[in-house]
T-cell receptor, first 113, second 115 residues
Framework: KNQVEQSPQSLIILEGKNCTLQCNYTVSPFSNLRWYKQDTGRGPVSLTIMTFSENTKSNGRYTATLDADTKQSSLHITASQLSDSASYICVVSGSGSARQLTFGSGTQLTVLP | NAGVTQTPKFRILKIGQSMTLQCAQD?????MYWYRQDPGMGLKLIYYSVGAGITDKGEVPNGYNVSRSTTEDFPLRLELAAPSQTSVYFC??????????????FGPGTRLTVL
């Protein structure tokens, strides 16, 4: 069964600090992996997307890495801001089809002043 | 562009009632989706559509129906609401497969409670 596991479930950090969120998946075959940010009461918004051949991608202060051999991804947030407080969701596509996505349950990040 | 819009934002239903969740997008996307998000769980696909007149079941379709008469609109119908359908419902759309981004764009969600 395709699964996406994220850790930690929740994380609290102080403003300005860095943090790393983890995503392990068992989806096969693998097509691409996305990270979404979901603010409270809003829909998810895409941060990055990586295919099999990509092992790092940045979007401002967000840097995602992918190790397709170990089936692991991480999202690193640099110099956190209060606005980074949100749920971060890892989503894996097993077939390249947007219809067949496996969603992780998310990491709830809280950034405190 | 307004993107993906959903109405209503909140709704409380009694067991056995029915309702339609509305979803519209103005990005001319062919693909549209309905998900539900339960607390502490990943999003689950209910139904999706690859274009007007074409719909198909996702992972958790029981208790729901959809239609797609236009490219813009993709309503989700709940018949005989049950407490197990208490959830947050998200509509999403995406360009046709093979587009460079192949990213889904989500609406703001509808929070539904069935009592």
């Amino acid at each position: 069964k395709n699964q996406v596991e994220q850790s930690p479930q929740s994380l609290i950090i102080l403003e300005g600090k860095n943090c790393t969120l983890q995503c392990n998946y068992t989806v096969s075959p693998f097509s691409n992996l996305r990270w979404y940010k979901q603010d409270t009461g809003r829909g998810p918004v895409s941060l990055t997307i990586m295919t099999f051949s990509e092992n790092t991608k940045s979007n401002g202060r967000y840097t995602a890495t992918l190790d397709a051999d170990t089936k692991q991804s991480s999202l690193h947030i640099t110099a956190s801001q209060l606005s980074d407080s949100a749920s971060y969701i890892c989503v894996v596509s097993g077939s390249g089809s947007a219809r067949q996505l496996t969603f992780g349950s998310g990491t709830q990040l809280t950034v405190l002043p | 562009n307004a993107g993906v819009t959903q109405t209503p934002k909140f709704r409380i239903l009694k067991i056995g009632q029915s309702m339609t969740l509305q979803c519209a997008q103005d990005m001319n996307h062919n693909y549209m989706y309905w998900y539900r998000q339960d607390p502490g769980m990943g999003l689950k696909l209910i139904y999706y559509s690859v274009g007007a007149g074409i719909t198909d079941k996702g992972e958790v379709p029981n208790g729901y129906n959809v239609s797609r008469s236009t490219t813009e609109d993709f309503p989700l119908r709940l018949e005989l609401a049950a407490p197990s359908q208490t959830s947050v419902y998200f509509c999403a759309s995406s360009p046709p497969e093979g587009a460079p981004t192949d990213t889904q764009y989500f609406g703001p969600g509808t929070r539904l409670t069935v009592l």
